[in-house]
């Protein structure tokens, strides 16, 4: 059973209070942006690489009172499942990092990620030692497990079972340094912290 990105992501936006989010490359960046707007709490982080949930973790470590989402797609997850090993040594309570498991990597088109449908991101998550994974593949389900997933503290890797693209979404509208001042002047205003020159 799988979702559809845009009602999974709209279920999530509908429920969210002040949480931060971190999007990586491709579809969670488009399809973010597409359902929320956002322009200040939300951080497009275009070129990610796999680095999404451990930037997110960097500010986590700083803001340790402020909530983080951090968006990975699944083509990330696994170019780079080091990135597990880290969240659990870090065993931040503040971060819930969302694995995108569409079976394609967005940030290319939707080209199929090889031996997609035998790929458990959940029980890789599980073998890496993080002990709060959780996995949907419903609107329903997410509904109903949210609050124990993304309100309980703890390291949390949540992963998000969905159907292919099938059409496309734009880009958020904003380069890298308006992103990053937009962001950080948001953070300033709620913190009340000097984060930008």
Partial sequence: MAMLIEECFAALASRRRDELVVTSAGNSSEVWWEVTGDTERTFYLEASMSLSTLFASGM???????????????????????????????????????????????????????NSREIDFAAVARAAGISRVFRFGSVQDLDAGFEESFRSAGPTTVVLDLEAPVRHHESPPFDGPELKYRFGRALEKRFSRKVLP
Avoid: H, Q
Wanted: aromatic letters at 12%.
């Fill in 60 to 114: 986590a470590m700083g803001y340790p009172d402020a909530k983080f989402w951090a968006f990975i797609g699944d083509g990330a997850f696994v170019m780079n499942t080091g990135l597990l090993f880290v969240e659990r040594d870090l065993a931040l309570p503040n971060v819930v990092s969302i694995v995108v498991a569409n079976r394609c990597y967005g940030a290319t088109d939707g080209v199929a990620l090889p």
